[in-house]
């Protein structure tokens, strides 16, 4: 796909400006998000022009204006071609989820990694999502495991708006609820336990790993994400392993799962954990 991109844009590209453009894009719903380097810009209207010829279905080109950042983790975009418009209906894993992708995190790279958890979830199990932003991991698993519960817990208002919405868009799911809140003040107040607790916040979710555990029942199972050098993955088990012996638990097992990679060296995992 992206491929035919480029070769429409060989004969109006200079070819060192070839060389430096970014073949690859994100399709949210009908919105393309590509990375445009600074030496591009000038041509950031005909690639947008080139993405809406190639693709019927986009209605919307944008550009990453920045990285994500902050405690919620958005990404500034900057509309540079079809309608001006950031909100759009995405679907994934059978669900359906409406996003303003510059507004709140969204990752259609996640999409895979959700369903391995929700395939992981047996019936009758108690499951507790925190950070969840616009409800993709509580959605897809409510649907995949119709036999088990879910809870996810988001402290963006506008990400948790967004979830409840998107409860609306998937009204079959009964099985799934969204808390607004900071995971730290909400769990808590829930006085519940959990079968399995997953934790999709890769640079920070360590800090959450003693609360997250003080949920979990015993001989359970803990979906903990990490950034993590290549070579060092047992360094985010370690992790693990150091809050367990806080707690006087224990770490029965654990793999880790690629989930992507943020550089060349650095990717982000998910230790998968049955903690006794
Ligand atoms: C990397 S995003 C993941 C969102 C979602 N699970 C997904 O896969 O699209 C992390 C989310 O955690 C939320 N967040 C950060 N700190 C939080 C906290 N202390 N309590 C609850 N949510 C938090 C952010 O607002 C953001 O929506």
New binding site residues.
């Given amino acids: 796909m992206s491929g035919e991109l480029k070769k429409i844009l060989r004969d109006q590209l200079a070819p060192e400006e070839m060389a430096i453009f970014v073949q690859s894009y994100d399709i949210v719903g009908d919105i393309a998000i590509i990375v445009i380097p600074d030496a591009l810009l000038g041509k950031k209207r005909l690639i947008a022009g080139a993405i809406l010829d190639l693709h019927r279905r986009i209605k919307v080109v944008a550009r990453r204006a920045g990285i994500h950042d902050g405690?919620?983790?958005t990404l500034p975009l900057e509309i540079i071609g079809g309608e001006d418009r950031k909100e759009t209906l995405h679907r994934e894993n059978g669900v359906r989820l409406l996003v303003d992708p510059e507004a709140?995190?969204?990752?259609v790279r996640?999409g895979n990694e959700?369903q391995r958890i929700a395939s992981l979830v047996q019936p009758g199990e108690r499951v507790l999502?925190?950070?969840?932003?616009?409800g993709?991991?509580p959605l897809v698993i409510g649907r995949t495991q119709p036999q088990c519960r879910v809870i996810g817990?988001?402290?963006?208002p506008i990400?948790h708006a967004y979830a409840m919405k998107n409860l609306g868009y998937n009204r079959r799911l009964t099985n799934v609820l969204f808390y607004e809140?900071?995971?730290?003040a909400v769990v808590p107040r829930l006085k519940k336990t959990f079968d399995r607790i997953v934790m999709?916040?890769?640079k920070s979710a360590e800090g959450f790993l003693d609360l997250a555990l003080l949920s979990l029942q015993h001989q359970r199972w803990l979906h903990f994400y990490d950034m993590q050098e290549k070579g060092n993955f047992a360094g985010s088990i370690e992790k693990v392993k150091h809050i367990c012996r806080q707690q006087g638990r224990s770490l029965v097992a654990a793999t880790v799962t690629i989930c992507g990679h943020c550089t060349p060296r650095l990717y982000r995992i998910c230790v998968d954990a049955l903690i006794g």
Avoid: C, N, Q, W
Avoid at 104 to 107: E, N
Avoid at 129 to 134: A, E, K, L
């Fill in positions: 405690e919620f983790r709140v995190y969204f990752s996640s959700r999502v925190f950070f969840s932003g616009i993709p991991y817990i988001e402290k963006s990400a809140g900071d995971v730290r999709p916040l890769p």
